[in-house]
Nanobody, 128 residues
Framework: QGYLSESGGGSVQAGESRRLSCLIS???????MAWFRQTPGKGREPIAT????????FYDDSIKGRFSLSHDLAWNELFLQMDNVVPEDTGNYYC??????????????????????WGRGTQVFVSS
């Protein structure tokens, strides 16, 4: 079984940058990796996904051009680089993964219930 653990959250001022990290451990090989964001009053929504075999990425319109995904060569960590943050980026950020390509290889990623493995989340607060 695999385990995911997020870090890097905290308070940041609007316009600044922050990098979140998802530590990937265990023997699982995942086809899809993702960052979800949960804002007050809403459920977890996918904002960035990576289809590992082909390297295809998806970015939600709310972060496109500002956030980017990357990973280390050994696939031990998945990163979310957050640039030019805005107060609307405030929320809990979760790392998710799944062995099935189907959750992320289409034009839109599958919603929360379809992803099998989750971290506990890390909170980001953006002040104006």
């Amino acid at each position: 079984q695999g385990y995911l653990s997020e870090s890097g959250g905290g308070s940041v001022q609007a316009g600044e940058s922050r990098r979140l990290s998802c530590l990937i451990s265990g023997a699982e090989v995942y086809a899809c990796m993702a960052w979800f964001r949960q804002t007050p009053g809403k459920g977890r929504e996918p904002i960035a996904t990576l289809y590992a075999p082909g390297g295809t990425t998806f970015y939600d319109d709310s972060i496109k051009g500002r956030f980017s995904l990357s990973h280390d060569l050994a696939w031990n960590e998945l990163f979310l680089q957050m640039d030019n943050v805005v107060p609307e980026d405030t929320g809990n950020y979760y790392c998710a993964a799944d062995r099935s390509p189907s959750v992320c290889d289409g034009p839109h990623p599958s919603p929360d219930p379809m992803w099998s493995t989750w971290g506990r989340g890390t909170q980001v607060f953006v002040s104006s």
